[in-house]
């Protein structure tokens, strides 16, 4: 049974750093494309970034974020820095296709 399990969002002052983690089971994260999606308050589902062969970030994320995966933990990251208010949303890991999804992380960057 596939299963993922987000955790490490919060509240964040602006400026500062935040490390997503997911945790998968039933299948290998190495094995597959995985993505960071976010869902930003009245905007909606926004692609964050995806780790396969190599990595892709969106414009909004780029030089800030950092995908990477463990593959011994069976873990997903995503690193976060220089946040800013508009990275506020609910924080979903999702495996390639978008056949599965965590519950999701709160992340509120606000002073």
Request: with cysteine; aromatic share 10%; net charge neutral.
């Amino acid at each position: 049974q596939v299963q993922l399990v987000e955790s490490g969002g919060g509240l964040v002052q602006p400026g500062g750093s935040l490390r997503l983690s997911c945790v998968a089971s039933g299948f290998t994260v190495s094995t597959y494309r995985m993505s960071w999606v976010r869902q930003v308050p009245g905007k909606g589902l926004e692609w964050v970034s995806e780790i396969d062969t190599g990595t892709a970030y969106a414009d909004s994320v780029k030089g800030r974020f950092t995908i990477s995966r463990d593959n011994a933990k069976n873990t997903l990251y995503l690193q976060m820095g220089s946040l800013k208010p508009e990275d506020t949303g609910v924080y979903y890991c999702v495996t390639e296709g978008g056949d599965y999804w965590g519950q999701g992380t709160q992340v509120t960057v606000s002073s």
